[in-house]
Antibody, heavy 116, light 106 residues
Framework: EVQLVESGGGLVQPGSSLKLSCVAS????????MHWIRQAPKKGLEWIAL????????YYADSVKGRFTISRDNSKNTLYLEMNSLRSEDTAMYYC?????????WGQGTLVTVSS | DTVLTQSPALAVSPGERVSISCRASEGVNSYMHWYQQKPGQQPKLLIY???NLASGVPARFSGSGSGTDFTLTIDPVEADDTATYFC?????????FGAGTKLELK
């Protein structure tokens, strides 16, 4: 059974940093591209980052480009999202997801709140 | 970016048929996908590539369309289908989602 478990969210002040993790199980993690998707409270979904299975390519939404970094450690079956210079508009539930063009598997999410 | 436009809300009675639409601001070929999200839960894939039923999804759900106009149909609607439904395209960069259609049962 595919499982994705996010962690690392919390309450942080504007301008600070945070690193999210997503531990994967139930599939060969090193063979699949992975994504981060976020959802602001009572809002829609926003794709924010993609990393290829071998870390050879990374893509970002304009809203996070230059501030967020996606990475992975295939030896630990873990996906990361390093978030810097956080803003109030980054407040959201952050999901990791497995998939190519569509997202067949999602984690339960980890909540990031940016507030002073 | 490709904007996906969905109706904000629909209300139907159990047993009826409902169609939820998604219109793209530019063509997305058949690369439109549908998700169901219930309160407090992560989204769940229902339909991929416009008309393909995801694993484990009841056959009451179906999808159609190509180019810019797509439809998710639920027939018949059941009480458990109360949720928000999102479309998502992957033909144009970046991936984008619709704002969601909240389905309520009368």
């Amino acid at each position: 059974e595919v499982q994705l478990v996010e962690s690392g969210g919390g309450l942080v002040q504007p301008g600070s940093s945070l690193k999210l993790s997503c531990v994967a199980s139930g599939f060969t993690f090193s063979s699949y591209n992975m994504h981060w998707i976020r959802q602001a409270p009572k809002k829609g979904l926003e794709w924010i980052a993609l990393i290829y299975y071998d870390s050879s390519n990374k893509y970002y939404a304009d809203s996070v480009k230059g501030r967020f970094t996606i990475s992975r450690d295939n030896s630990k079956n873990t996906l990361y999202l390093e978030m810097n210079s956080l803003r109030s508009e980054d407040t959201a539930m952050y999901y990791c997801a497995k998939g190519e063009d569509w997202f067949a598997y999602w984690g339960q999410g980890t909540l990031v709140t940016v507030s002073s | 970016d490709t904007v996906l436009t969905q109706s904000p809300a629909l209300a139907v009675s159990p047993g009826e048929r409902v169609s939820i639409s998604c219109r793209a601001s530019e063509g997305v070929n058949s690369y439109m996908h549908w998700y169901q999200q219930k309160p407090g839960q992560q989204p769940k894939l229902l339909i991929y590539k416009a008309s393909n039923l995801a694993s484990g999804v009841p056959a009451r759900f179906s999808g159609s369309g190509s180019g810019t106009d797509f439809t998710l149909t639920i027939d018949p609607v059941e009480a458990d289908d109360t949720a928000t439904y999102f479309c998502q395209q992957s033909w144009n960069d970046p991936y984008t989602f619709g704002a969601g259609t909240k389905l309520e049962l009368k």
